[in-house]
């Protein structure tokens, strides 16, 4: 037998990766990565060389979530890791699992002034599942182990691994790798559901329930349950509604799915809720709908249970068995006694009926607007989608208007900044999904604002040819500010000039930067051209393999979807940080009432 011969800490690095099946790792180089960027490079493992440290890790959170694999990303020590962070934190709220190596300043100078010195381990504990400083060579394969397999298990989520300068050259075999065996582990069989439960919540949503529905959310989609999902709604003719990365697991189209506008009066209208994986946070109004009726709760997580509402049942184990379970119940011991529920099917399809109707009267209303308005972009990029598209959503009105428009026919489709909403992950998140994805359709949608974040990874994006579709909506203002000035009627900040008031973006045209970096750019300044420009992006972009920007002049005096919709107490909460004598007196006499009462 030959003796093994002993390598560098990077390389057994690198091994597990490979033995996990990673086969793209993104990230920007700095002292103490080389040795696994050359492990990685001698795995075949592909590198995506990103130009800003926060943009590894929104790729790697892009292919993780359209790959349904471990996204790994990297950084160096000090200024690399603080880059990192809003990509770590992104990735933490979106329950993305990603694995993060990060460099750090050698053990022997700590404290003593050493370049860089920075302690990752005191930084990102709060936004990681959880984060180890190595300590010692001989572990650097056991908690890359750890941490894909953490990461990877419900809810998902990054782990971060933090390696002193002084510990990746050290080299040892691996053999001597602490508490590692090669191939040594294998994915175990997703938890089933305890059978009296199931049976349980069956009876409830079917014999008890009058107005029964489903919601299903991050837990669904990462069990990958939407086959199990879909038959057992048809089975029962109970109505769906399917959020975040499980948006499409019942395609949004389908008679028994429920979505945009019609949700949330869906909910309300409902008597027994069971959820799926889905959390109720800010995005579900931490479940305020959810009191007065009952709730059926499906997680694989214990730490997932919610107790906005009594639970009728709780079923703890995967999405995916239990619903295989829920359906052999329903087979063996409902046969002809599924109830129609007709009457209440009827009342939902008169929301989804309502909320189409404000979708179109909307567009009737501006689709010939110019400057362009936000709504008839979404429409028309929504009309040349095909049915595995991937829409990225970053940047603030543009998103806003594009998600009721947008219907996803498959899970993991719909990819945004969750409870992080953020701005800048839509182009490297592309870039990542366009990898796990090739050939299909990936559209990022974008403001002039967000694209400000992130607008270099462009050109990552034409080095590495993945022909991701940018669609900016070029609108010239940070719309947040813009909107509570144009859209609302109030003085911002006194008079100032453009150059200083912070809504304004300056007049920009994006295809020649585009161009500049050897990408594609097509402006649209017609509101007739908008459908044809999002085609003949996609056709040049896969037909050249490299991005392209749709430059829309868009008008910048339109707010978010939901805004014409806000009661004057959001408004007024909204604008909390103008005093009642900065408003116009019609606002004001709106918004603060109680100063015109008499005495
Ligand atoms: C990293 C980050 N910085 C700031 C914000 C606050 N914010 C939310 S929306 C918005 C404006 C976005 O403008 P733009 O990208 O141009 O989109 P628009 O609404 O104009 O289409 C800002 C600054 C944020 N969510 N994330
Ligand atoms: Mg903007």
Request: net charge negative.
């Amino acid at each position: 037998m030959t003796e093994e011969k002993a390598v560098q800490g990077g390389k057994h690095i690198a091994r597990v990766l490979k033995e996990e099946g990673v086969e793209y790792y993104f990230g920007l180089v700095g002292g103490e990565m080389y040795t696994i960027m050359v492990g990685c490079g001698m795995e075949g493992i592909e590198l995506v060389h990103v130009r800003h440290e926060q943009a590894g890790a929104y790729a790697a959170d892009g292919y993780a979530r359209a790959s349904g694999k471990v996204g790994i990303c990297f950084g160096t020590s000090g200024p690399g890791l603080t880059n990192m962070i809003s990509g770590i934190a992104h990735a933490r709220r979106c329950y993305s699992p990603v694995v993060c190596f990060i460099g750090e300043h050698g053990m022997i100078t700590d404290g003593r002034g050493g370049s860089q010195e920075c302690n990752g381990d005191q930084i990102l504990p709060s936004l990681t599942k959880w984060t180890r400083r190595i300590v010692d060579v001989h572990t650097l394969a056991f908690f890359t182990k750890k941490a894909i397999r953490d990461a990877m298990t419900y809810p998902q989520g990054p782990c971060a691994i933090i390696i002193p300068r002084d510990i990746n050259p050290q080299r040892t075999t691996i053999a001597q790798q602490a508490g590692f065996v090669p191939n040594a582990y294998e994915k175990p069989l997703p938890p089933m559901g305890n059978p009296a439960a199931i049976e349980k919540a069956v009876d409830t949503l079917l014999n008890v329930a009058k107005k029964p529905i489903i919601a299903a959310g991050n837990g669904l989609f990462y069990s990958n349950a939407e086959a199990e999902l879909q038959e057992f709604v048809e089975l029962t003719n109970i109505p769906v509604i399917t959020r975040r990365q499980a948006r499409g697991a019942v395609p949004e189209d389908h008679p028994l799915a429920f979505r945009g506008g019609a949700r949330r009066a869906t909910l309300r209208a409902s008597d027994v809720a069971c959820l799926i994986g889905l959390r109720l946070d800010s995005l579900e109004g931490f479940g305020a709908w959810a009191k007065g009726r009952k709730l059926i709760q499906i997680t694989e997580s214990v730490s997932d249970i919610e107790t906005t509402a009594p639970s009728e049942e709780i079923v703890i184990g995967s999405p995916k068995m239990i619903l295989q379970q829920m359906i052999e119940c329903v087979k063996q011991n409902y046969k002809g006694k599924i109830p129609k529920k007709d009457a209440w099917l009827t009342e939902l399809n008169g929301f989804k009926a309502a909320d189409q109707k404000y979708l179109d009267d909307e567009i009737a209303r501006v689709k010939n607007n110019k400057p362009i308005h936000p709504a008839w972009v979404a429409d028309q990029a929504c009309s040349v989608l095909e049915d595995n598209a991937t829409v990225i959503l970053d940047g603030r009105t543009s998103s806003t208007h594009t998600t009721p428009r947008f219907i996803a026919k498959k899970s993991g489709r719909s990819l945004d900044g969750g409870l992080w909403a953020g701005l800048g992950h839509g182009i490297p998140m592309g870039i990542g999904a366009q990898l796990a994805r090739p050939g299909e359709q990936i559209l990022v949608i974008m403001g002039d604002g967000s694209v400000g974040l992130g607008a270099w990874e462009f050109e990552t994006a034409v080095r590495c040819q993945t022909p991701i579709v940018i669609q900016l909506n070029n609108n010239q203002v940070w719309h947040g500010l813009a909107g509570a000035k144009f859209v609302h009627g109030v003085k911002l900040v006194g008079e100032q000039t453009p150059v200083h008031h912070p809504a304004f973006i300056h007049e920009t045209d994006y295809t020649k930067f585009a161009e500049c970096v050897g990408g594609i750019g097509i402006r649209v300044e017609d509101p007739k051209d908008v459908a044809a420009a999002h085609a003949k992006a996609f056709e040049m972009a896969h037909a050249q393999n490299k991005p392209a920007i749709v430059d829309i002049v868009v008008d910048g005096t339109i707010g978010g979807a939901s805004e014409s919709a806000v009661t004057d107490a959001q408004m007024r909460q909204r604008l909390s940080w103008l005093d009642p004598e900065d408003l116009d007196e019609e606002w004001r006499q709106r918004l603060y009432p109680e100063l015109y009462e008499k005495k």
